[in-house]
């Protein structure tokens, strides 16, 4: 049996940490605790957890005594803690939080060496970790969704084949059999020839088979794929059996503006959805500027601008050559369309913060800038999806302004890991920027 003793940013990060250690020992140092009971009121993640924690320890103290260890269901123990002893004279600075549970570290790792027992200290606190392992503690960070982002899936597979597969490919449509065997439902591939790489064809798998991609009538509210990637995405954009949906890539490469425009094609124009709700998370780059005057709206605008800038794009489209428009009278075909949306209600924007507790049945839902989410609020976006509900999220797990999360461990990496082996998910990882120019080239250099 091994202890782990936990710092509090470990709870504020995790609720479930408690449980995260299997059959081993958890320290809870006594100044956690009170730390904790700081941030009971917040009402973002931190508070939650912080409230979870609380309640957890208070069903754990029902049933034994929290000083002497309580047995956990998967064979290990949560104890709570306090120190008997202070730190070496060199490394007081002042009676803190942090040095009072740096000492109830020390002094398990002190009975720990008599029993034989290996002491780890857990923090998400980079300076706490380097102080702890001075001292001689064994430190690591806890992080149980971390995921490598050099690693993420990216959706597209490239498979070499037998040239007459690949004329095969086009002449019935799609490829059975051991091509498909090994890829994952709704992944991409690029068919090349043995004989010739240039000789290339897309699919899709589905249904243990690759499928050609399906052929575009016209353009999807008036634009059309500029790359394969493009049109990879398109594909499942478009595609009511696919109801989740993720889209990954760096500024410039379109993953915002053809979503927009995959939902305003299937739910303004081809009525398989009954409204288009697209949000992001309130989170400002850099310094924020402080509180908004006017009502809910009016402090929304800045928020939602970018979205807005997409949505009057498209709006402003002339689509009357596009075979798939249908001029509505009530809308027209410039800037004036996006106010028909949104008085129609087939067009709604809003912000996250009130989506706990909604059902959201046969809507067309876009999370913009998902990469600034946590996965527990991830979770609670997808569960709130009802009946005949598509949900895509977007983002770039490098540009991330929410403080308490990574490129690595942020609430849309963990999706594309945990659902890119389910048939309901698909995911594109977008490369190329179709920006501008100097837009790719910033976002490759800088």
Do not use: C
Request: a negative charge; aromatic letters at 8%; zero cysteines.
């Amino acid at each position: 049996m091994k202890s782990f003793v936990l710092d509090t940013n470990v709870l504020l990060h995790d609720a479930g940490s408690l449980f995260a250690f299997g059959d081993n020992e958890v320290v809870l140092p006594i100044y956690v605790i009170e730390e904790v009971d700081h941030f009971k009121k917040d009402m973002g993640a931190r508070g939650r957890n912080a409230r979870e924690v609380v309640r957890v320890l208070d069903r754990l103290g029902a049933k034994g005594d929290l000083s002497q260890g309580v047995k956990t269901e998967s064979g290990g123990s949560i104890r709570i803690r306090f120190s008997k002893r202070g730190l070496p004279q060199e490394f007081i600075t002042d009676n803190s939080p942090d040095n009072n549970i740096l000492s109830t570290g020390l002094m398990v790792l002190e009975e720990n060496k008599m029993l034989g027992r290996e002491t780890y200290f857990v923090t998400k606190d980079v300076n706490l970790r380097v102080r702890a392992h001075v001292m001689g503690l064994a430190v690591m960070d806890y992080d149980t969704e971390r995921q490598d982002i050099s690693e993420l899936y990216s959706g597209v597979a490239d498979v070499t084949v037998p040239a007459e597969q690949i004329a095969r490919f086009y002449q019935d449509g799609y490829l059975d059999g051991e091509v498909a065997k090994g890829l994952n439902p709704n992944e991409f591939v690029v068919l090349h020839s043995d004989e010739n790489s240039a000789n290339t064809a897309l699919g899709r798998v589905y249904n243990g088979r690759i499928d050609a991609l399906k052929k575009l009538k016209g353009s999807v509210w008036g634009i059309r794929p500029r790359n394969k990637e493009q049109s990879f995405a398109l594909e499942l954009l478009m595609d009511e059996r696919v109801p989740l949906v993720s889209l990954v890539g760096k500024a410039g490469t379109g993953k915002t503006l053809i979503a927009v425009a995959a939902g305003l094609q299937m739910v303004a124009e081809e009525r398989r959805y009954s409204r288009l709700l697209i949000s992001r998370p309130v989170i400002p780059m850099g310094r924020d500027i402080g509180y908004l005057p006017g009502d809910m709206g009016e402090k929304l605008g800045p928020w939602m601008q970018p979205i807005y800038d997409n949505v009057e794009f498209l709006a402003s489209i002339d689509r009357s050559g596009d075979e798939n428009y249908k001029n509505d009278t009530k809308g027209g075909k410039k800037v004036s369309y996006i106010d028909y949306l949104f008085d129609e209600g087939i067009l709604e924007i809003e912000p996250l913060t009130y989506i706990r507790g909604r059902s959201i049945p046969k809507q067309y839902m876009i999370i913009d800038e998902a990469q600034n989410l946590t996965p527990h609020e991830v979770k609670t976006i997808i569960t709130r999806a009802g009946e005949n509900t598509k949900i895509v999220l977007t983002g770039d797990p490098y540009q991330i302004d929410n403080p308490y999360i990574d490129s690595s461990n942020n609430g849309l990496v963990h999706l594309v890991k945990r659902f890119e082996k389910e048939s309901v998910a698909g995911h594109v990882t977008l490369t190329k920027g179709e920006r501008s120019g100097l837009a790719e080239l910033a976002a490759t250099l800088l």
